[in-house]
């Protein structure tokens, strides 16, 4: 008689251990990596450009959008570099824990050019860079991120080689890759 009282009390317990684990789980919901909408990313990326530092990231849910913004002032005197830029990724694919985008970018970048008899001039680069990212969170508000695709210099940047260049139309372009690391805050 006691081992069966045993038995009922063991199976009512089972019971309810697992109609109580049940609901936990069906009240915690599906668990969600960054990329969640209205998360704010910041961080360091480049563009396929070679543009790059400081970086911000709006994550949208189905999109995301940011920007780039670098300096650099080496030894010398006027000589500092002023690079500005902006990216839209659709999200072609998304899982909890990457996904995959495809846009552009747009980079516009400030550099000294030589100028006649020994002066200093300037340069504006513009790079339009359509392609794709894919975003890999490692944690679930670290993200990863490869940007593959076509660079298209315009203007003064017609040619990627790094040579004083005239003002122009002419456009040249060559496909590349870059990476970049993002903390989002939600």
Do not use: C, W
């Not at 209205?38 to 360091?44: C, E, K, N």
């Amino acid at each position: 008689m006691i081992v069966q009282r045993d038995r009922a009390s063991l199976a009512r317990m089972t019971k309810t251990s697992l109609l109580a684990s049940i609901f936990v789980l069906a009240a915690a919901g599906a668990a969600h990596a960054g990329g969640q909408a209205g998360s704010l990313g910041v961080g360091a990326e480049y563009q396929l450009s070679g543009l790059g530092g400081l970086s911000v990231n709006y994550d949208a849910g189905k999109f995301h959008v940011g920007g780039v913004l670098g300096y650099y002032d080496p030894a010398g005197g006027n000589n500092s570099t002023f690079e500005v830029g902006g990216r839209f990724y659709y999200h072609v694919h998304s899982t909890a824990m990457a996904d995959f985008g495809l846009g552009a970018e747009l980079g516009i970048a400030s550099v000294p050019a030589a100028a006649m008899m020994g002066t200093t001039a300037r340069r504006t680069d513009v790079y339009l860079e359509p392609g794709f990212q894919i975003r890999l969170f490692v944690a679930s508000n670290v993200a990863l991120s490869f940007t593959g695709g076509l660079m298209i210099g315009a203007a003064d940047a017609s040619d990627p080689t790094p040579a004083p260049l005239n003002s122009g139309v002419q456009i040249t372009s060559q496909f590349t890759g870059v990476a970049g690391i993002h903390y989002y805050f939600f």
